[in-house]
């Protein structure tokens, strides 16, 4: 079948999960747009397609197999955005679908991600309610076999890099084919 390839850090994007007086969380994340683009670099725009289905709303996403002459489908289901409520599932299903076929499942296998609230301009809030009205950006990233082994994060505000991570391991092993 397809192989597809990894998410470069223009394509990957970083949403605040949560905020404290010290610092945010962050998460990482791909659109729909990504996908489709994906899907149309790999497979070609006219061998792909997307099928949502009212009941359980799963969606469907097929691509067509030369070999076995018919469309293989992989299906997921999504969740609900604050937002478009049925816009929103739908987009969720459709990258949850995408992820079943292998696009930018890479990022499950993020780092925690925290940013000091140091790193942060625009964090505020008192007690238990905090918020953060800064953007963040990935500047660099690194994946191989599939594996996130270094990103570094840059508040889009500042322009700072806020955030740098390497695995032990890579870094080893980095250091011994020298």
Same mark, same amino acid.
């Given at each position: 079948?397809?192989?597809? +390839?990894?998410?470069?850090?223009?394509? /990957?994007?970083? +949403?605040?999960?949560?905020? *404290?007086?010290? $610092?945010?969380?962050?998460?990482?994340?791909?659109?729909? &747009?990504?996908?489709?683009?994906?899907?149309?670099?790999?497979? @070609?725009?006219?061998?792909?397609? &997307?099928?949502?289905?009212?009941?359980?709303?799963? !969606?469907?996403?097929?691509?067509?197999?030369?070999?076995?002459?018919?469309?293989?489908? *992989?299906?997921?289901? $999504?969740?609900?955005?604050?937002?478009?409520?049925?816009?929103?599932?739908?987009?969720?299903?459709? *990258?949850?679908? !995408?992820?079943?076929?292998?696009? $930018?499942?890479?990022?499950?296998?993020?780092?925690?991600?925290?940013?000091?609230?140091?790193?942060?301009?625009?964090?505020?809030?008192?007690?238990? %309610?905090?918020?953060?009205?800064?953007?963040?950006?990935?500047?660099?990233?690194?994946?191989?076999?599939?594996?996130?082994?270094?990103?570094? /994060? %840059?508040?889009?505000?500042? @322009?700072?890099?806020?955030?740098?991570?390497?695995?032990?391991?890579?870094?080893?092993?980095?250091?011994?084919?020298?």
């Amino acid at each position: 079948m397809c192989m597809f +390839r990894d998410l470069r850090a223009d394509e /990957i994007e970083c +949403r605040v999960a949560q905020a *404290k007086q010290t $610092g945010v969380s962050i998460l990482l994340y791909k659109d729909a &747009r990504c996908d489709q683009n994906i899907l149309d670099e790999t497979v @070609g725009a006219m061998n792909w397609q &997307r099928q949502h289905t009212r009941d359980n709303a799963n !969606c469907f996403v097929s691509i067509w197999d030369d070999k076995k002459q018919q469309w293989i489908s *992989k299906e997921d289901t $999504g969740t609900e955005s604050n937002t478009e409520k049925e816009k929103g599932l739908a987009s969720d299903s459709f *990258k949850r679908a !995408c992820f079943n076929w292998g696009i $930018g499942r890479e990022l499950y296998t993020a780092p925690f991600i925290w940013i000091k609230a140091a790193d942060c301009t625009a964090l505020s809030g008192e007690g238990a %309610k905090w918020k953060c009205y800064d953007s963040f950006e990935v500047e660099k990233i690194v994946i191989e076999n599939k594996r996130i082994v270094a990103i570094a /994060i %840059k508040n889009s505000k500042s @322009g700072k890099r806020c955030f740098v991570w390497q695995d032990e391991k890579w870094m080893k092993n980095k250091e011994d084919n020298k």
